[in-house]
């Protein structure tokens, strides 16, 4: 049963993951969490939801360059701060890089919403106001935040803050404190445990939490985790299942009894079923989409349906790059060979990684498409030489993969060519310039 208080939390969509981390741990503290992703509903206000953070109990806020720079986050700071009480509301949590303490770092959020409002004061100048209301609109909080701003900046500057990485380490301890009057300390000792690397440790300490506490739902998945991790599948199920027993809406544990009936090839419709609820009842928890879209895709041939969890993601985390990357399996596998799925499948990787620059797979993923498919090799090795970049331990597989591009230029290469066509290396030079000279 969750503790009667209401946290909202308020973030931008650059700080998607640390929001979502937050929501678990603190959901595992029994907290009753309101965020967008979750909470909005399609076709309800948007604006009419960012007004419900002055009913919440509290408001944690990850403050960050992008949450600063963002219209719709910075509205939910004027709705709070029309609250008499808002001060003992906001619970600011810092994303590690935002510069907020100097003179110079305040003004420089201050001078970014004047000049946004000088621009819609261009664009609208010249119109009649009858026929740009909802433009006004925009001015007047535009107008509203860029005056209110250095005054929100100061006074969270004043404050002592935590970042989100000291905030997890003391196991939301100030959090918990600003809170008040709850006795939650077990649940602080079993997220605590829930952090502990070492297999061992983690055993230990939660055979010690159990002999005092009596048992809940999350305790159970994490001993269920220990097991999976050891390799004993069948201690590992009973455990979900208790955990399942005492919480059928443990999203958490849905997805991880999922995950490991996936890793084991066993029981495939069952880890569809266990990802399927999970998503049911959290629809913004990522990491069991991305598990549903993949075994859909895999086990199932439902490209489909794998295709619906990518784009479901993106709609409400535009910065995922999973999403984008397995979501080329959709472009290679279902739909026709075409230019434009090609082209298309390019889009998605090359959106991943300007998203994720080391996303590893990705590189290696796109290399191979470029060299087995695109026939462009150079770009291909490119990709190869930032997975060594990312991970100086691929070297050997990067040395095969290379030796494979050169095969297949030498194969290509070995064809009957005119010296005027472009080279098959994928250089762009002609053949008589290249390979051919």
């Not at 919403?113 to 621009?119: C, D, H, P």
């Not at 569809?272 to 549903?292: C, D, K, Y």
């Not at 799925?341 to 993923?365: G, Q, T």
Request: aromatic letters at 10%; a negative charge.
């Amino acid at each position: 049963m969750s503790i009667r208080k209401n946290i909202f939390l308020s973030y931008s969509w650059s700080d998607m993951e640390i929001a979502d981390q937050i929501e678990k741990d603190l959901t595992a503290l029994q907290l009753n969490i309101t965020r967008d992703v979750r909470d909005l509903e399609y076709k309800s206000s948007i604006s009419g939801f960012m007004e419900s953070i002055r009913e919440a109990d509290f408001a944690v806020i990850l403050i960050s360059d992008g949450y600063l720079r963002s219209k719709n986050c910075m509205r939910e700071v004027l709705h709070l701060l029309k609250d008499r009480d808002y001060e003992n509301k906001i619970l600011p949590v810092i994303v590690r890089g935002t510069s907020i303490y100097s003179v110079a770092d305040r003004l420089a959020y201050t001078r970014h919403w004047l000049q946004e409002q000088e621009k819609i004061k261009y664009l609208i100048d010249a119109l009649p106001p009858t026929s740009i209301i909802s433009e006004l609109n925009e001015l007047r909080s535009v107008e509203s935040i860029a005056s209110c701003i250095n005054e929100f900046l100061a006074y969270i500057s004043d404050r002592k803050n935590l970042t989100f990485d000291e905030l997890k380490k003391e196991s939301y301890a100030s959090i918990i404190t600003c809170l008040g009057g709850l006795n939650i300390t077990h649940l602080v000792g079993l997220l605590r445990i829930s952090f502990i690397e070492d297999i061992d440790e983690k055993e230990i300490a939660l055979d010690q939490w159990l002999e005092e506490n009596e048992p809940i739902s999350d305790a159970y998945s994490i001993r269920a985790g220990i097991a999976s991790r050891r390799g004993n599948i069948k201690k590992a199920e009973i455990n979900y299942e208790k955990s399942l027993e005492l919480n059928g809406d443990n999203a958490y544990a849905l997805n991880n009894y999922g995950y490991m009936l996936y890793c084991r090839k066993t029981q495939l419709e069952k880890a569809r079923g266990l990802f399927e609820r999970a998503v049911s009842i959290m629809p913004n928890l990522t990491e069991a989409r991305l598990n549903l879209g993949v075994l859909l895709t895999n086990y199932f041939d439902d490209y489909e349906g794998a295709k619906e969890q990518y784009e479901t993601i993106i709609s409400y985390n535009p910065a995922e790059s999973k999403a984008y990357a397995n979501l080329t399996n959709y472009y290679k596998s279902y739909k026709k060979d075409s230019k434009e799925s090609r082209e298309k499948i390019c889009e998605l990787y090359e959106k991943a990684l300007v998203l994720n620059p080391d996303y590893l797979e990705a590189h290696f993923a796109y290399g191979s498409y470029c060299s087995e498919l695109l026939g462009e090799h150079n770009k291909a090795i490119s990709h190869y030489d930032e997975m060594i970049r990312i991970d100086p331990e691929s070297a050997e597989l990067v040395t095969a993969l290379k030796q494979r591009v050169q095969l297949v230029i030498e194969r290509n290469c070995a064809k009957k060519q005119s010296r005027n066509d472009l080279c098959a290396c994928g250089s762009g030079k002609k053949y008589k310039k290249c390979h051919g000279a």
